[in-house]
């Protein structure tokens, strides 16, 4: 038997306390002149046997009860079936198994978590519930499927380790769907996992449909956790962030990887071998790194003829195999045009500088404010930046459908007279003007993403140095406001569309008599991201997580150009890390990171997601070679209860004593 | 309730005495006075009540002879009458160290001191006579029964000077006692009887035997019957230098068992013997334990 707090058994002694007390007692007699001694000798001379043992039994049960106490708070773990087979014998049983790339860390002799966990449950199901129906809900396909014997579980595809994420209430409802179609007897449902508080998201809304669904089952449903956890934490992971794209006078257009490499907080500064891959040419790099999250910059070699690169970063194999590399492609210049339209040449002009500041300004169509958005127009822009009242009607339709489509429109107000449209979906309100002495200033913003995020260094976009001078709201319009001025009033607004699409409205224009805006600082990367977001719809560089992306994987267009690691070669379109190309677009699959952290969530804490059910949660060390634990403070709990009633039983008076 | 017993003068509490001197002493079978009394003597007599018809014998008086009897059946009858005779009353003090034991603030011997000054009061005054002995390991105090206010005031000096003390050897004391008192007489024992039931009881017959009116007042407290200690405690010998640590809880059903058996052999030896057995419990009234006694007596 081991412990999950084995400390608190330093507190095993106090099982002594009953006999200490006992003593205590003992010493503390009191005087009596007495009379009737000749019955104390006759009493104390009968009742010495029978009455001490008595009287020893219930101080050995007292000591018994307090070292069940002292047990159940150290929360023992049974080893062996018992625990698992305590909950009876279902007719079928449901495993939700957590494929996530935490589950492949390597334990003991060479074997993940994941088999670990599919050997113990394949064991249990043999030994518990050997005739029982067994249906796999994997973490990745999520389609419930027909095991045909608990002693093929580890050899199907669906048992072994993805790079995907893992999604504890998405599982359970498609185990509650399944059940709902096909009722059966007593039903089990065996989770297992490493508890990472990714894949349970305890606190996602999707509990709450997930026990009003187990709680409308005409089934009675028991369930299972087979809680998994390492000792060990001396993992590395490196995950893809993005390409940086620059140009500086000297060296010209520059691109750069950007990764994390995380490991456990406490391992400290070290520094770390990697391999920068580019279309298969490989370069040995050395990175320092700190304990917990390290951001690193690496510059790739300039892409031959504009042609796009293929490439992977690889730190040394660990414990995890699945977490040690990820991909990347760049060197796709940005595609689309940029249309601006705008009542004031000097503004057209402006912002074309601001969308294009190295000159290469072919990809901007400047157009007048009289002239009709066409849809040719819009098929071929990443951008659309107007200076202007929303349109209205068909070209307003138009527009909505270019944003549907995953283009990227920016409104400034109107430099000159407002003509009020009011079929628009978005108009503006009243200019507002504010002396010198008390400009409006940006005060919110988003830093973590978007076009405000800070840059790859940390360093923040300067909004706070913007001066408004003047500023127009938006009186009509369903938006929400992306950032705001001083006065809590929107600086930007935002709203996304289904297609990636966003449109943008500025309160204010980059021209001297209305802010400061047309300075740079801000303007030109913000600008930068949104012709980025907007030249996505046309890259061949899809970037994806796995898991998150469906592509028929039998598909002959399918094709994996490139991988680090063989051993995912038998799962394409499944969840495998890597570059593929599929429909003329190079797929980019990094691994989820939802599953990265190395914050787990508790046995209690689950218990309490599936409250009103009967849960069991077995925890198990996964270095340990033995076979299923199960925590059963439970037991000793009842246990030390027992002895208490048994003891208060004994000091009871009998009927006759009265 | 005064406790103070050491004054003579203070034994009797007059408010107890004028209440209990309403109801007479009697004794329940036949005692041997030496004066004309109110209870019943085994001698024939002069009182008014018949007694019974016997045969003449030469040397009888012939005045007694019923010559109504003689003309119906032409024989010789001698009609006799009861005598009345006075009481003689001996208390019997048990002043063993035992009788110290305490509770409800008095001890038994000061519980049997008051009560037995009370009956010696009430019996004096119904010109019965009275007489002491008080022990403990042997004879420590006799006095004769007699019945003057003198000899009251002096079984009053010593019942006042009584301090409990020595081991209790009761059962020799008593059969001495049966064999002392030759003539029949109430003896009022007032004792604990912490002693062996058997021997006691044939102590008991023993005073029968010898034709005596015994009544025994078993002074006991509600603490000895319960032994309601709720941790250890040494029991101290209150007669002897025995001591004992016990875990009361240990040993009291089978301390309870004893008692009550005892108590019972106790009650069952007394109805055997047609002793006079009284349970008392010090924590009651004296008055009330003696009325209760009276009433019984005077019915």
Known sequence: MSFIQPYLLLGLPLFLIPILIHLLNRLRYKSVAWAAVMFIMKATKSSTSMAKIRQWLILFLRMLAVAALILAISRPLMSGWLGWKLAGTPDSVIILLDRSTGMGCRVGGGENILQK?????????????????????????????????????????????????????????????????????????????????????????????????????????????????????????????????????????????????????????????????????????????????????????????????????????????????????????????????????????????????????????????????????????????????????????????????????????????????????????????????????????????????????????????????????????????????????????????????????????????????????????????????????????????????????????????????????????SGGAGIYFYNNKFIVLNRAQSSDSSLTVSGDKVVHLLKDKKVYLFSQKVENDSALQAEIWRWFLIISFCFLIVESFMLTPKKEDL | MSLNISDKNNLVDPEVLARLSRLPMCARGLVEGSFSGMHRSPHRGASVEFAQYRKYVPGDDVNNIDWRVYAKTDRFYIKEFEADTNLRCYFVIDSSGSMGFESGGISKLEYAVRSVAVLAQILVQQSDTVGLQCFSDGLNFDIPARGSAKHLGNIFSVLSSLKPSGETKIVKVLHDLAEKINRRALILVFSDFFTEVEELLDCFQHMKHRKHDLAVFHLLSEAETDLNFDRAVRFMCMETNYSIVTEPALIRNDYRKEFNAYMERMKQGCREFHVDYRKVFIEESYDKTLANFLLERAR
């Open chain 1, 117 to 573: 966990g599919v050997d113990l449950i394949s064991e249990a199901g043999i030994k518990t519930a050997p005739g029982a129906k067994v249906i796999v809900i994997d973490s990745l396909n999520l389609n419930p499927e027909f095991v045909p014997g608990w002693n093929v579980l580890k050899f199907l595809p669906s048992t072994s380790v993805s790079q995907g994420d893992a999604n504890f209430p998405l599982m359970f409802k498609k185990a509650v769907n399944y059940l709902l179609k096909n009722p059966g007897g007593l039903t089990e449902i065996w989770c297992v996992s490493d508890m990472n508080r990714g894949s349970w998201s305890p606190n996602s809304p999707e509990w709450e449909e997930v026990n009003e669904k187990i709680k409308a089952l005409s089934v009675p449903v028991i369930i299972k956790v087979l809680a998994l956890k390492s000792g060990t934490r001396n993992n590395r992971s490196v995950d893809f962030r993005k390409i940086l794209n620059y140009s500086t006078k000297a060296e010209g257009n520059i691109y750069e990887v950007v990764f994390n490499i995380m490991q456990d907080s406490a391992a400290g500064d070290s520094e770390i071998p990697l391999t920068l891959s580019v279309n298969n040419i490989n370069t040995q790099k050395s990175v320092k790194v700190n304990g917990g999250n390290s951001l690193v910059r690496v510059r790739l070699p300039k892409p031959e003829n504009n042609k796009i690169a293929l490439g992977a970063v690889k730190i040394p194999d660990d414990i995890n195999l699945y977490d040690n590399t990820c991909y990347f492609a760049y060197g796709e210049p940005l595609k689309g045009k940029v249309i601006i339209q705008a009542d004031n040449s000097y503004l057209s002009a402006l912002l074309t500088a601001a969308a294009f500041p190295v000159g290469d300004g072919s990809n901007a169509e400047i157009l007048d404010s009289e002239v009709k958005i066409t849809s040719s127009l819009l098929n071929g822009a990443a951008l659309y930046i107007s200076a202007g009242e929303f349109p209205s009607g068909e070209t307003g339709e138009k527009i909505f459908k270019f944003l549907n489509s995953g283009g990227i429109a920016l409104f400034f107000p109107p430099s000159g007279i407002n003509s009020v449209n009011s079929g628009s979906k978005f108009i503006w309100g009243n200019v507002n003007k504010f002396s010198s002495d008390n400009v409006m200033r940006v005060t919110v913003w988003d830093r973590e993403d978007g076009i405000f995020a800070d840059s790859v260094s940390g360093s923040q976009l300067p909004l706070g140095s913007i001066e408004i001078n003047k500023r127009a709201l938006l009186s009509t319009g369903d938006i929400k406001s992306y950032s705001l001025c001083s006065d809590g009033r929107p600086f930007f607004y935002k709203k996304h569309f289904s297609g990636k699409g966003c449109l943008y409205f500025c309160t204010t224009l980059p021209l001297d008599s209305w802010s400061n805006l047309g300075g740079g600082p801000v303007l030109v990367p913000v600008l930068k991201r949104m012709r980025q977001d907007g030249s996505e719809r046309f890259s061949e560089i899809l970037p994806g997580e796995c898991g998150k992306m469906s592509f028929n994987s039998k598909s002959n267009e399918l094709q994996k150009v490139y991988s680090e690691e063989s051993k995912e070669s038998d799962i394409v379109g």
